[in-house]
Nanobody, 124 residues
Framework: QVQLVESGGGSVQAGGSLRLSCVASGYRARTYCLGWFRQVSGNEREAIAG???????RYSNNVKGRFTISKDNAQNTLYLQIDNLQPEDSGTYYC??????????????????WGRGTQVTVSS
């Protein structure tokens, strides 16, 4: 059973930055793509980015360059750096795992495991 625990959310002023973390356990690193999603303002959960097992990154078309995904294999930790935060970025950010090692889809229903999320609040 894969377990994902997010942290690093909080309240920031517009223009600020946050680095979210997700510690993964109970899985074989070579068999899962890890990714970040978010759910903001009552909208559907949307993808931000994913990291293949070989380190290749893939970003959703919704992302406009303020997000950077990275992974520390030694620490089994996934990161999401968010810069120039805006109030519309406020919401819950989730870490997820997709079996197969390749981030072949950002469709939420296909992702196998989810963390509980970490809350980000951006004030103007």
């Amino acid at each position: 059973q894969v377990q994902l625990v997010e942290s690093g959310g909080g309240s920031v002023q517009a223009g600020g930055s946050l680095r979210l973390s997700c510690v993964a356990s109970g899985y074989r690193a070579r068999t899962y793509c890890l990714g970040w999603f978010r759910q903001v303002s009552g909208n559907e959960r949307e993808a931000i980015a994913g990291v293949y097992t070989n380190g290749t990154t893939r970003y959703s078309n919704n992302v406009k360059g303020r997000f950077t995904i990275s992974k520390d294999n030694a620490q089994n930790t996934l990161y999401l750096q968010i810069d120039n935060l805006q109030p519309e970025d406020s919401g819950t950010y989730y870490c997820a795992a997709l079996g197969g090692g390749y981030c072949y889809t950002f469709t939420v229903a296909y992702w196998d495991f989810w963390g509980r999320g970490t809350q980000v609040t951006v004030s103007s």
